[in-house]
């Protein structure tokens, strides 16, 4: 691993001049490395952080990667990591032009790091260094406690994937804004529907009073203080209330697990921390796959086609590009997918249709044509790279014109018992169920947490919120094994399972096997769930139905 | 950079500390033709958390997860067709029977044990009733063993033997003129006198074995059930691989209502689900290529066959007749049920007729059945594989 060549250097700060041209901004200072494919097969499972913490499973994953790549060897281009100064990785074999289109592709993810929210709690950590702190404190801990390290990091793994990230970055927000809470505000929001309970009649009615009284500038407050005498009192005791905040599961287990409040189990809360500060770390990276990939893709192509350098390798270009951003005609490619709808948002807010007008129109012909000449695309991409992430980019701005335009639909897959074959065909063409296919891909962990109510008398009770999904089984045992290794006592989780999973397997039996019994055409039966507890005792799972 | 071996050794420590182990052997298959695939043996673990279950439970019985895709046409149209018989002769043709852009990327690694396996398992593990048929083609085993005695140098010396020689040596220069009263501090010795054992390759001859794995691939075979056929095949392949250095010979069969054969292993454990079943054809072929090749002169012909248990030839009666003609020349059948989960307690088709031919008893030395759960674990599948060469 080293450094690029001055020369090499000298092309990515002229790519940087010429991007912050267009509007992306980043930190000035950048450190490429050149690096071998070998290189990259090592640093892959440290998700490419040279001084993330060892662990075994990382070693595994780099044996595995080896004897991949001598199967079927890859080249990368290149790869970025999010830290101060932004670091990223080449292969050494590149031409100069290449290098340019490459060195745009980095800077977009540079910017996309350093300027959308969902970063924002990175952005202030130097990774790089906090992992190398990490992993002496492993090292060290190693040294004396062998291998017994290796489980407390295997256990606290176990649940990373529950850090509350979306509430860590609402707190840092919240703090910022540093905005106490207005009269108006604890009236509506907690008075009124927490204290007094009002019905939902009374709750309008109060509402509109308070329009009303907004325009006609009577004091709305001296009727609340007549009827509700408490409410100034009330008032001023929630300001002096701290913003009670809930913990994640492994916040909790920090603070209040009996078993590592034992002197020589106090080592393990430092794993804890270390192992769910790196979780939180990457949960932006992992919700903005598409948008990420597809904003480099972008800028990549915009920056590079505006660029003398591109001359007498036009050719060159295309067959690069066409390999990283052509659709595929069955599949999905984020970084084709990203780009074309970060062009496709530009072009609809040039035009101005984001407005009222646009949506009104009923015609077809008349949506084409619609243009207001806004020509504020530019600026309007750089806010929604700001703003969203791949749930919301995608919910947001996937519509009709943008899967009519590029010919997009949901590819359905099927048997064909006659012809003894595999279809594939259009399932739908229509932008709500296209939205859906792809909100489907998303990242999204289960939502559980530890229900303070129920866990009393050593249990720990976590509890699975419902969401139409059920957990996977294999996986609960050795999780929870984990947790009451943490916990030092019994874990409870409550889940839903589909009550009714063997109906349709039967059936599917059926469809293959017409002689034996009649093929039933009937669709199956809407699935049922029931709620489920797993019950983790001296490392013995049972599981019985609520 | 820490060694594979090194990693298995952790994992074996994990059970004295009382937790499951969690690494796994999986090897990765890089398709080559005319059976000249590159196995590369990699580790491969699962980091267990709480995550949702991808199951899709409204989907319509024979419908796939939908993706996304581009290009023209209309809602409703079919736009490609993959067969899922494949045809033999059409190289990549085949896939992984999960269709393009499922960013597999020929990812073809399945998870098996086996070389743990061979390792652990080599001295359980015997081919059962191995009868010395002529010496067609040889199959040498070699073993490594300190047997041979060489005099100066050498891994170890061998004492007894050198004493002997000391004496022997003594007696002739006329060194010991009392029997009865050796001195040994006066003895003479010469380094030729010293003698070692040195490490030597034996071969060892065994009459040669055929291979024959028969797999169910009809519908009703799709997910669980074929994983787990399909790993217990492997494992048993990959012991013989690593047993006998390649030289058992194997044949493959795949069936559905007709059976085939393919030429390598890696097309035996991809090709995915087709239509319906009926075990007797896959008896039936072996019986025809054995006939016609006339294998049962030379080899020892052990056959392995892996399904969910359904047959529409629903009392078995065609089967039977094969197996029956099949016992007459054959060292071991071993047929591996795997139910569904749904089946419950029933018993299935193929275990039903099995039992009541009484094939199972009358020749209990030559064919063994092997009922497991679809769920079964790696244990569980070793277990069945004790069973079935036991």
């Not at chain 1, 609402?170 to 927490?194: A, V």
């Not at chain 1, 530890?450 to 996986?475: I, M």
């Not at chain 2, 073809?108 to 009868?131: C, I, R, T, W």
Request: glycine content about 6%; some cysteine; hydrophobic content about 35%.
């Amino acid at each position: 691993m080293e450094l690029v060549s001055q020369h090499v250097k000298g092309i990515m700060e002229e790519c940087k001049l010429r991007a912050m041209d267009h509007g992306l901004t980043f930190d000035d200072e950048t450190l490429e490395y050149i690096v071998t494919n070998r290189d990259m097969i090592e640093l892959s499972p440290k998700v490419m952080i040279p001084t993330l913490y060892d662990y075994w499973v990382h070693d595994v994953r780099v044996l595995s990667g080896k004897g991949m790549y001598e199967a079927y060897p890859s080249n990368p281009f290149e790869t970025v990591i999010n830290t101060r100064p932004a670091i990223s990785f080449y292969n050494d074999n590149n031409p100069d032009w290449l290098n340019v289109m490459i060195f745009y592709h980095v800077l977009g993810h540079i910017d996309f790091f350093q300027n959308n929210l969902f970063y924002k709690n990175t952005w202030d950590i130097d990774l790089t260094g906090q992992a190398l702190s990490d992993k002496r404190m492993i090292a060290k801990l190693r040294s004396e406690k062998g291998r017994w390290v290796d489980y407390a990091i295997e256990f606290a793994r176990g649940i990373d994937n529950l850090v509350g990230y979306h509430r860590e970055l609402n707190l840092n927000i919240l703090n910022e804004s540093k905005q106490p809470l207005n009269r108006t505000d604890f009236y509506f929001d907690i008075f009124l529907q927490k204290i007094k309970n009002v019905s939902h009649n009374d709750y309008l009615k109060e509402i509109t009073r308070y329009n009303e009284g907004l325009h006609n500038n009577g004091d709305f407050f001296n009727l609340v203080v007549n009827k509700y005498p408490e409410f100034e009192e009330l008032y001023r005791k929630e300001l002096l209330i701290k913003r009670k905040t809930e913990l994640d599961i492994m916040e909790y287990i920090i603070l209040n697990s009996a078993f590592l409040k034992e002197d020589e189990n106090e080592w393990i809360k430092a794993v804890l921390q270390i192992v769910r500060n790196t979780s939180l770390y990457f949960q932006p990276q992992i919700r903005t796959k598409i948008m990420n990939e597809g904003w480099a893709s972008y800028w990549h192509d915009y920056l590079f086609m505006r660029d003398d350098r591109i001359c007498g390798h036009e050719v060159d270009y295309a067959k690069v590009n066409a390999a990283v951003t052509s659709m595929p005609k069955v599949g999905l490619n984020p970084y084709a997918l990203g780009m074309r709808l970060f062009q496709h948002i530009k072009d609809m807010e040039d035009r101005g249709c984001y407005s009222f007008d646009y949506e009104l129109l009923k015609d077809e012909v008349e949506k084409k044509k619609f243009n207001k000449a806004k020509d504020s695309g530019s600026d309007y991409i750089l806010k929604v790279r700001e703003n969203f992430n791949d749930f919301t980019f995608i919910n947001s701005f996937i519509d009709q014109e943008f899967v009519t335009a590029h010919n997009l639909f949901v590819a359905g897959k099927r048997f064909n018992n006659e012809r003894m074959s595999i279809e594939y065909y259009i399932k739908s063409k229509k932008a709500e169920d296209y939205k859906e296919m792809l909100v489907d891909t998303l990242y999204h962990p289960p939502e559980i947490f530890v229900d303070l109510s129920l866990t009393k008398n050593g249990v720990l009770y976590l509890n699975h919120k419902f969401e139409s999904k059920p957990l996977k089984t294999d996986y609960i045992e050795n999780t929870m094994i984990g947790i009451e290794y943490l916990w030092g006592g019994p874990v409870h989780l409550e889940t839903s399972e589909p009550a009714t999973s063997g109906k349709t397997a039967a059936a599917y039996a059926n469809f293959w096997d017409p002689s034996s019994r009649q093929t039933e055409e009937k669709k199956p039966e809407p699935v049922k769930w029931k709620r489920m507890l797993y019950i983790m005792e001296n490392r013995k799972l049972h599981k019985r139905e609520l | 950079m820490i060694t594979l071996d090194e990693l298995l050794e952790k994992d074996r420590r994990r059970e004295e500390d009382g937790f499951k182990r969690k690494i796994r052997i999986g090897r990765i298959v890089k398709p080559g033709t005319g059976g000249k695939e590159k196995i590369i043996i990699v580790p491969t673990t699962v980091e267990e958390k709480f995550v949702h279950d991808e199951i899709r439970l409204e989907q319509e019985p024979g419908e796939g997860e939908p993706t996304g895709g581009t290009g023209e046409g209309e809602e409703g149209e079919v736009i490609g067709e993959q067969p899922v018989r494949p045809q033999e002769g059409e190289e990549g043709e085949e896939g992984a029977g999960e269709g393009p852009g499922q960013g597999e990327g020929g990812e073809h690694e399945l998870e098996s044990n086996a070389y743990e396996l061979g390792k652990v398992l080599s001295q359980d593990f015997q081919l059962p009733n191995l009868k010395d048929k002529g010496k067609k083609r040889t199959l040498a085993r070699y073993i490594y063993d300190l047997t041979d005695k060489n005099r100066g140098v050498g891994q170890i010396l061998d004492k007894k033997a050198t004493l002997k020689r000391i004496i022997e040596t003594n007696i002739t220069l006329g060194n010991i003129p009392d029997i009865s009263n050796i001195d040994s501090t006066k003895f003479i010795i010469s380094p030729q006198d010293l003698i070692y054992r040195i490490l030597s390759r034996e071969k060892d001859f065994e009459s040669q074995a055929l291979v024959f794995f028969l797999r169910d691939y009809s519908g009703s075979m799709s997910g669980k059930v074929t994983q787990t056929v399909v790993s217990q095949h492997v494992m048993l392949y990959s012991w013989l691989l690593y047993q006998y250095e390649k030289q058992v010979e194997t044949r493959f069969i795949l069936h559905d209502t007709e059976a085939k054969e393919v030429s390598d292993f890696y097309k035996y454990y991809s090709y995915k689900v087709a239509g319906g079943t009926k075990v007797a054809t896959a008896f039936k072929l072996v019986n025809d290529i054995v006939e016609r090749e006339n294998l049962a002169r030379d080899y020892n012909i052990y056959v392995f066959h892996g399904t969910d248990g359904d047959d529409w030839d629903k009392d078995g009666k065609q089967t039977i007749a094969e197996i029956e003609k099949m016992l007459t020349y054959v060292s071991r059948i071993g047929i591996s049920i795997v139910e569904h989960s749904y089946v419950g307690s029933k018993q299935t088709e193929v275990e039903n007729y099995l039992k009541s031919s009484g094939i199972l008893t009358k020749h209990s030395n030559l064919i063994k059945m092997d009922v497991l759960d679809e769920n079964a674990d790696d244990s569980r599948i070793i277990q069945g594989i004790k069973q079935l060469i036991s």
